[in-house]
């Protein structure tokens, strides 16, 4: 049995004063998310952008005026489909930096998160319900401690220090 090659780009672009990333380790884990779920050929780009920006894009491309942590967008060309998949993640940086000191790890592990978060999206998952986000952060978590993060969303431990706070 041959397995297809993986020809995964991923480019990294993060806005002046983002957390420290490391963009190899963010391509290691888009890598790993795309294999697990047998994308073989694609482009992501993965933009570490600042609060205002964040809501920016937000109000440009959803019409919402609100914050988050993470937006992703499938742009790939339906009617060509051997040219790849193309996917565009907007993390937000400050956000990052915000709820990682406040559930007790690095911004780089809370960036891992959204970058997860972000591209499962664009693989098929919904949390749209309690049932189908708990199993999207179950799957999160899984593929962040195989890379060595950890639990991130749900660590029992930070649970139990957030409701603390």
């Not at 309690?130 to 199993?135: G, I, M, N, V």
Request: aromatic share 6%.
């Amino acid at each position: 049995m041959s397995r297809a090659r993986q020809n995964i780009v991923v480019e990294v672009t993060a806005h002046p004063g983002s957390p420290d990333v490391n963009p190899l380790d963010l391509e290691e884990l888009v890598k790993t998310v795309c294999k697990r779920f047998e994308v073989s050929n694609a482009t992501i780009g993965i933009a570490i952008v600042d609060d205002a920006e964040f809501r920016e894009i937000n109000s440009r491309f959803l019409n919402r005026k609100s914050t988050s942590d993470c937006l992703s967008f499938d742009l790939s060309e339906e009617s060509e489909p051997k040219s790849g998949r193309v996917f565009e993640l907007v993390v937000n940086g400050d956000m990052a930096v915000k709820q990682a000191a406040l559930r007790g790890h690095s911004s780089r592990d809370e960036l891992a998160l959204y970058v997860t978060h972000a591209l499962l999206h664009n693989v098929g998952f919904d949390d749209s319900t309690e049932t189908r986000a708990r199993e999207m952060h179950k799957i999160e978590d899984e593929i962040l401690q195989q890379l060595g993060y950890g639990l991130v969303y749900n660590n029992p431990t930070k649970a139990k220090r957030r409701k603390r706070e």
